[in-house]
């Protein structure tokens, strides 16, 4: 625990000197009290436990004290609160690859009722988008709020060829910020994409200016990236994650299947899904986000399971002084409280 005064715990040093005035005060009533003719007969009468009764209010008084000094200075500490996070991107893997059974009763299918029970968890204020990727990417849910139509959208997935994980990330940023001037066009297809016309030929597009931030430092929005294989096309996938890292977007890789592969045939095409876990490893890293691999329907599920919980909740440092101001309300309330009950009288 942190304090951003730490300069007034010097008021702390008030507490021996309460302790020193009570035990003061305690003598000179002592001295002060009438003499009875036989003083073992109050003290039978008053009983150990009575005695020590009279303490209790008086010491929850000065715990209560010393908590409203510590609030002063106003601690801070990581604590588990809800995220900021506005906006989940769900960028999934509708390769080929993704009709392979080690996962039943597909990676497809499990991937789909996994995201579809992710996306029901999550708080309603939550938009979620969903991009799908294969040979290129594709925005197919903007980013909203209706359950429905998210759900409707991954059911729709289509088995395609290649595997373009870059794609996949560049075109979530470019749905994140579509006001950043991200070229979707460029970045996927290369410099030699067709391009549209501007407006006006004789002045030159914009590029508006942009400055790195610290990886992992939006939190906004988030990435879930699910895959089941290699990149076979489209930009390098650590390229593109490095454009997720500059604008401080984290990036949660679930890698789907398991380590050995499966042989499976697509569109005439016989080939060997394997699962490339330390490239997956590579974006989670370079982002601040995770790694999780998921061998079977049960396990892809906890991931998702665990996501939501990230998402939803995480550790941040924080000020803590009405936790502080609180507890010290508490105990003087209830110093106050037992002295009326015990003495019909306030502390």
Known sequence: MTFLWPDLLWLLMLVPALVATYILLLRRKKQAALRYASLSLVREAMGA???LRRHVPPLLLLLGLTTMIVAVARPAGIVMLPTQQQTIILAMDVSGSMRARDVEPNRLVASQEAAKAFVADLPKSVRVGVVSFAGTAALVQPPTQNREDIVAAIDRFQLQRGTAIGSGIIVSLATLFPDAGID???SIYGRNAPRSLPLDPGRPPEKKEFTPVPPGSYASAAIVLLTDGQRTTGPDSLDAAKLAADRGVRIFTVGVGTPNGEVIGFEGWSFRARLDEDTL????????????HAGTATDLKKIYQGLNARLVFEKKQTE???LFSAAAAGLVLLSAFLSLLWFNRIV
């Open 184 to 186: 979707v066009s460029d």
């Open 49 to 51: 436990g009575q005695r």
């Open 320 to 322: 803590i002084t009405a």
């Open 281 to 292: 490893k590579a974006i989670a890293n370079l982002t601040r986000g995770e790694y999780f």
